[in-house]
């Protein structure tokens, strides 16, 4: 790949931008068909850089992000195939009206331009980015981290090349080769040609691109997430859930980190927490250490996404006192009550000030292929401008159409 400055990446993605933008959905659908061709046809490359990326890496609850095998593989180029199912919403017009001067005055969803990502250990995150970015007719300067730097470049090599073969200029999915600090930085200045910019990964990066960027920034989700278990819950229920929750992918930012418990069940509850928690470790606070045993949880674990096999626990005596305390510690992701009590749920779902409340069902459900968007390319935990798992509207916004037949204005 040509090394060129990474303001000459951005201006000529700026460019290809306006052509997608202006591209046909046939020819869009096409380069996502010859995205999953791509990655279909290339395995063997593919899985070679990402050994190499595998083999550089240290932190072990991380390998399951950064891991590709043929599976996976398979499972993103099919993704990339179901998005071109989903309906086009470039030039859809979401409300017209008419004015008594009889301009008819309309908002009609254009792309965004051109998205910036910076992201950490996921190389699937270089497919789903690009092929929403390319469905909804933008184009995107994607900074990956050093420990998937091998699989990142590989994978823009090979939708570079999907580009080419469909007529769309191959400028539209560009990958910033240098992982630094200082590539980051430069990334965040450049409001010049980057219409908003997308940080994923953990609260350390997302952290600083939102303190350093002149670029508009959407905030995503680091995941704090809680599992809220009512005094009315069904206790078998509750414990599925925690357990998918917190164990079936526990690096992921969906996965609950903290378990909420009421008082009045909480001696029945963990101990069948702590007979079927396996290798996960258990911190509780101090009315939970006298009920099983664990390590004491400090208030810095409260606020903790692990990433881990971990799970903080807190006991408390009402409802009002879990949404206080979940609304105090998380970071607005995910949370979910278990209970059989209706007027618990609806307090629970109206006053947890998180993009998702769930009730009686895992927070890992939180992301963009199980709400039926096909992909995501972030789940935002902010309320501008987008919130929750983003998919194709969130890489839209719009502009005002308007018709006249000769109106001036006389005052």
Known sequence: MEL??????AKNAKTASDI???????????????????????????????????????NSPMLDRLMLDEARILAIADAARKITT????????????????GLKIGQQRVPLGLVGIIYEARPNVTIDAAVLCIKSGNACLLRGGSDALHSNLELVRLMKLALQKVGLPDQAVEI?????????????????YLDVLIPRGGSGLIKSVVENSTVPVIETGSG??????DEFADLEMGLNILLNAKTQRPSVCNACESLVVHAK????????????SGHLELRGDERTRKLISCLPATEKDFYTEYNDMILSIK??????????????????????????????????LQRINSAAVYVNASTRFTDGFEFGFGAEIGISTQKLHAR???????????KYIIYGNGQIRES
């Open 224 to 229: 704090n997430c809680h599992t809220y278990i």
């Open 86 to 101: 989903l309906p086009d919403i470039l030039g859809t017009v979401d409300r017209m009206w008419q004015r008594p001067n």
């Open 315 to 348: 006991i408390v005596d009402s409802l009002d006192e879990a949404i206080s305390h979940i609304n105090e510690h998380s970071t607005k992701h995910s949370e979910t009550i278990v209970t059989k009590d209706y007027n618990n749920s609806q307090k629970f």
């Open 388 to 398: 929750g798992p983003m998919g194709l509207s969130a890489l839209t916004t719009t």
């Open 4 to 9: 060129i400055s990474i303001a000459e990446q």
């Open 176 to 192: 910033i080769a240098d992982p630094s600090r200082e590539s980051a930085m430069k990334m965040m200045k450049l409001n010049q």
């Open 265 to 276: 069940v909480a001696a029945d509850f963990l101990p069948m927490l702590e007979k079927k």
């Open 20 to 58: 997608l933008a202006n591209s046909s959905i046939e020819q869009r659908n096409s380069a996502l068909f010859a995205i999953a061709e791509m990655l279909e046809n290339n395995m063997d490359s593919i899985l070679e850089e990402n050994k190499k990326d595998l083999d550089r890496a240290q």
